[in-house]
């Protein structure tokens, strides 16, 4: 990603108050060299400069990025970008924030972008977690969206998981009261894990009665995947779970 040092209006004015806290430390991904197309290195190189935000341990001032005030959704690893720019175009009385370190990704999302000329989103390409502890203040987001997350199948690999309390406690902090949690997996056994661990945090309460088995339907604003959609006619599963801050 470019040096936006040359930008002229860089949001990122106030100090940072709290870029010493804890740090989760969890090596959510391993940096694949990953092969870039052509398309997604040049929307890479022209979108960057224009919607790309570079991380620096200082708070965001989330208004003046997108110059309005409006609900802030941040999204935590994004992929290809087909989900986020779909719920992008879809709800334009958002901004949203996706964070992703994967370069292809990255350049993708970038030419969706750019290609529905889509005014209410912005990438930041780095750790999400750093991203979060440094940039994003307190009581502040609206929303976040963690979809389909890497599993880390291996039992010696399920500390590199996302959703585990550390991140979801620092998640809950950067929630404003109301604000929801959203995770989804297609992995069983994450899923459960996702319920137990969000259910654990003191800031947060599930939207869906643990009666009912805890997970929720799946909103109308997150979009069905064609990966998703080839699970469900095998008969996999995809659970949902969302959790709004108390
Ligand atoms: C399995 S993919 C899912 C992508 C997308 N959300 C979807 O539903 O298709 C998980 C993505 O999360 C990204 N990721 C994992 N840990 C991350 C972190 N700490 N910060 C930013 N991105 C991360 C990975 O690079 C990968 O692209």
């Not at 992703?100 to 999302?109: R, T």
């Not at 959609?229 to 996999?236: F, S, T, Y």
Request: with cysteine.
């Amino acid at each position: 990603m470019s040096d936006t040092a040359d930008q002229p209006q860089s949001p990122l004015s106030a100090p940072a108050q709290e870029a010493s806290g804890t740090h989760p430390a969890i090596r959510s991904f391993v940096l694949r060299q990953g092969r870039m197309s052509n398309a997604q290195t040049r929307y890479l190189e022209t979108m960057m400069p224009r919607i790309g935000v570079p991380y620096r341990p200082e708070r965001l001032d989330l208004d003046a990025l997108y110059g309005r005030h409006a609900p802030h959704i941040f999204e935590i690893g994004f992929g290809m970008g087909e989900t986020s720019a779909t719920i992008a175009e879809t709800h334009p009385e958002n901004d949203y924030l996706g964070v992703e370190v994967h370069s292809p990704g990255v350049g993708s999302l970038c030419k969706l972008v750019a290609e529905k000329g889509l005014s209410n989103q912005r990438i930041i390409q780095h750790d999400a977690v750093e991203v979060l502890r440094d940039m994003i203040a307190p009581d502040s987001l609206a929303g976040v969206h963690i979809f389909f997350p890497d599993p880390w199948p291996k039992k010696r690999h399920h500390k590199r998981r996302l959703v585990q309390p550390p991140l979801v406690a620092l998640l809950a902090s950067r929630l404003a009261p109301g604000g929801y949690l959203h995770c989804a997996t297609d992995w069983e056994e994450y899923a459960i894990q996702m319920l137990e661990v969000l259910s654990g945090e003191p800031l947060l309460e599930n939207t869906v009665d643990s009666r009912q088995g805890g997970f929720a339907p799946r909103p109308d604003y997150r979009p069905l995947t064609k990966f998703e959609q080839r699970g469900l006619r095998l008969g996999h599963g995809v659970w949902d779970v969302i959790f709004r801050r108390k």
